[in-house]
Structure formats: structure tokens, C-alpha cells
């Protein structure tokens, strides 16, 4: 079972968020490159849970009308 994603860690800079290791970014054990994978607050801001979830219902909002047959937003 994967790890709860934390929304608001303290220091997001300290850790790679690109698996479920949470490694320390100077010492990666899962070979994922060279560079840490920065944590969505780092990259989207504050606020990229909610954004996240707004783009996660504007998809189920479009995949219905597809299913329904609507023409769909350009």
C-alpha cells in the first residue's frame, strides 16, 4: 500500500517526491536521475490541491458529456 501523500509538508525541499521512498534529496535510492522530483506545492504553489481537484472535475464533467453524447468544450 502506497504512503498517504503529504498536501503541506514543512520542508518539501528536503525530500524527492518521486516515489514512495521519500528519500532525503542527497541521497535518492531509487535511481529516478539525478535531480529530486520537487513536491506540487514547490511547483504549482500553495493552493495545488485545489487546483488538482479542479482539473480533476472539469475531466469527469467533460467524460460525461462525452458519454452523453453533448458536443464538447472547445
Excluded: I
Excluded at 49 to 74: F, H, K, V
Aim: aromatic share 8%; with cysteine.
Amino acid at each position: 500500500m502506497a504512503k498517504k501523500f503529504p498536501a503541506s509538508p514543512a520542508h518539501p525541499e528536503r525530500l524527492c517526491w518521486g516515489c514512495d521512498l521519500y528519500c532525503p534529496a542527497d541521497s535518492m535510492r531509487c535511481g529516478n536521475g539525478s535531480v529530486r522530483t520537487p513536491h506540487p506545492a514547490e511547483l504549482f504553489g500553495e493552493d495545488w490541491l485545489q487546483w488538482a481537484n479542479e482539473q480533476a472535475e472539469d475531466a469527469a464533467a467533460r467524460s460525461a458529456a462525452d458519454a452523453a453524447g453533448e458536443p464538447g468544450r472547445d
